[in-house]
């Protein structure tokens, strides 16, 4: 399939991206002592920081160059922040699985959202941040954390919702990128429901592993079973 003709018969498009784009940290090597520690965390900050470009950033390249001047939201189950290096317009995604480049409060005494890159030179002092109210320990405000604040990513998912409305009775394309079933509420159940419900919306599900679609959109849909990276890699824009 080339999506670039797809696409281009479609009013909105909404790209939902999956794990098979999360960085895993593969190259980067932790010492014992930094193990389970926010050093660790922002060692592996500034490896993302740091990463030459990969498959994965060639990727979201020509997935930006697909979706140049189109009406596209874009939701990313990922929170390496890998996907703000494309072209892709950052008012246009939301990351609900937050970010490494920002903290929290590990007790959530506040909603408040901290910027990580102030704190580099407190972990550069072995010195672990500490909350400005309460005085617990700072993390990453990211889904892996024991109590996640969502603070940090709801104004774009009240854009998002906002978007979505707009979907109502318009041809709408759902390209579902890789996306799995470790967080289908997010993504996965949604795209299957926006698809049954709007009879001019469309599913492309590309998945390694689960590609199936349900029997009462199957006729609405196309299901690819791929590695989404490659399957992006191998369109011609």
């Not at 409060?105 to 408040?112: D, K, N, P």
């Amino acid at each position: 399939m080339k999506l670039q003709s797809v696409l281009a018969e479609t009013d909105l498009i909404l790209i939902g991206l999956g794990e098979a784009f999360q960085e895993t940290f593969s190259g980067l090597e932790i010492g014992k002592e930094l193990k389970d520690t926010i050093f660790e965390e922002f060692a592996r900050m500034q490896y993302l920081d740091n990463q030459r470009k990969g498959k994965i950033d060639h990727a979201y390249d020509i997935l930006a160059e697909l979706l140049k001047n189109k009406n596209y939201f874009l939701v990313t189950l990922c929170n390496d922040d890998r996907i703000y290096r494309a072209a892709l317009d950052r008012e246009r995604i939301v990351a609900p699985c937050g970010s490494y480049h920002t903290l929290q409060c590990e007790e959530v005494c506040t909603e408040e959202i901290y910027q990580a890159e102030i704190y580099l030179p407190e972990i550069k002092r072995k010195e672990e941040p500490c909350c400005p109210h309460c005085g617990k320990k700072l993390v990453m405000n990211h889904i892996g954390v024991s109590k996640y604040s969502e603070e940090g990513y709801l104004a774009q998912w009240n854009s998002y919702t906002n978007w979505l409305q707009s979907s109502l009775n318009k041809r709408i394309i759902v390209l579902e990128l890789g996306v799995g079933v470790k967080y289908p509420s997010v993504f996965r159940w949604p795209a299957e429901r926006i698809v049954f419900l709007n009879q001019k919306a469309k599913l492309i599900r590309v998945n390694a592993d689960l590609p199936y679609l349900p029997e009462e959109i199957r006729d609405k849909g196309y299901s690819i079973q791929e590695d989404p990276v490659i399957f992006l890699l191998n369109q011609i824009v």
